[in-house]
């Protein structure tokens, strides 16, 4: 029969491994959901399948550098436990090399990417879900090229919840290191005002025009009030016109400058943003048990 998207991406919603997986499971199942999963299981994805439905909202962030690429990652587990322990940290590293090596286009690409023989991205990381008995997910990567004139600036914090890359233009890579600690500690989102999406700018100002204090304000006065407020709302959210996290008696474009640099592009990565984490009631769970 004829299997189609829709039932390929239910079964990787469930069981996480690749598309061709999918299909091929499928095919030999008629198109039957469960017998698929079965299926799966049978040929040692067991625990991913029966993990699928988990939301895998924990993890690490990690940066690969290699020569003038570099990659940052965002692999996800369900519980912090398992992203701290050495399987874990294991493929991520393996993870980030094989992506800023190969340049995949996008995750499906990545993970269909051979990483040993007869064996791709998605199979080492379903063996290592296996392992810790947690679904592990990559979830979003990005490849950076550079120059040999620029300099690549990495961090992670907090033990890999937050990872940074930048670009910088001349400067040292040292200074680009500082640059994204800031990046991580204060997550901009944008280098500067010329990036700024003009409907972002115009939302804001909405907003503040409708501010209940600026109520009665002659046009005039609310103007000025609301251009200054649009100044501030843009220092805020813009890298470069942010307080330097290292000094803050300068701004972050004041110091590159002094370095005889610039700021080209970022990338900043947080665990989980973005993801709705289940939130589990304890004792409504051991309830459940006892039941």
């Known amino acids: 029969m004829a299997i189609t998207a829709a039932q390929v991406k239910e079964l990787r919603d469930k069981t996480s491994v690749g598309m061709m997986d999918a299909k091929k499971a499928l095919v030999e199942a008629d198109g039957d959901l469960e017998k698929a999963i079965d299926l799966l299981r049978e040929k040692g ?30 692999l996800n587990s369900e519980t912090d436990f398992v992203a701290g322990n050495a399987e874990f940290n294991d493929l991520l590293k393996v993870v980030a090399n094989t992506v800023v090596e190969m ?12 990483v040993e023989a007869g064996q791709t991205l998605n199979d080492k990381i379903i063996g290592t879900s296996q392992i810790t008995g947690e679904k592990i997910t ?6 950076v090229e550079k ?12 033990a890999g919840s937050i990872s940074a890359l930048v670009v ?12 994204a600690m800031h990046i991580a500690a204060i997550a901009p989102q944008y280098v500067s005002d010329a990036e700024v999406p003009a409907d972002v700018i115009e ?10 204090d600026l109520a009665g304000k002659p046009d005039n006065i609310k103007e000025k009030m609301v251009e200054g407020r649009i100044k ?18 300068q701004t972050v474009a004041e110091f590159i400058a002094s370095q005889n640099g610039s ?24 309830a459940k048990q006892l039941g």
């Open 45 to 74: 994805m067991a625990k991913a399948a029966k993990k699928g439905d988990r939301v895998a909202a924990e993890g690490m962030t990690f940066v690969a550098v290699k020569g003038n690429k570099a990659a940052i990652i965002e």
């Open 103 to 114: 340049a995949p286009a996008d995750v499906e690409a990545a993970l269909a990417l051979e």
């Open 138 to 143: 990559l979830r979003r990567f990005a490849v």
């Open 147 to 158: 120059t040999d004139s620029e300099n690549f600036g990495a961090y992670s914090h907090l």
């Open 168 to 179: 910088v233009d001349g400067a040292s890579e040292e200074a680009a290191k500082d640059i």
């Open 203 to 212: 939302r804001e100002k909405a907003v503040q025009l409708a501010s209940e």
């Open 232 to 249: 501030k709302f843009l220092a805020e959210i813009t890298l470069l016109d942010q307080a330097f996290v290292k000094n803050s008696d």
């Open 263 to 286: 700021v080209k592009s970022f990338v900043r990565y947080q665990v989980g943003e973005g993801i709705e984490k289940k939130v589990t009631d304890l004792a409504e769970e051991v």
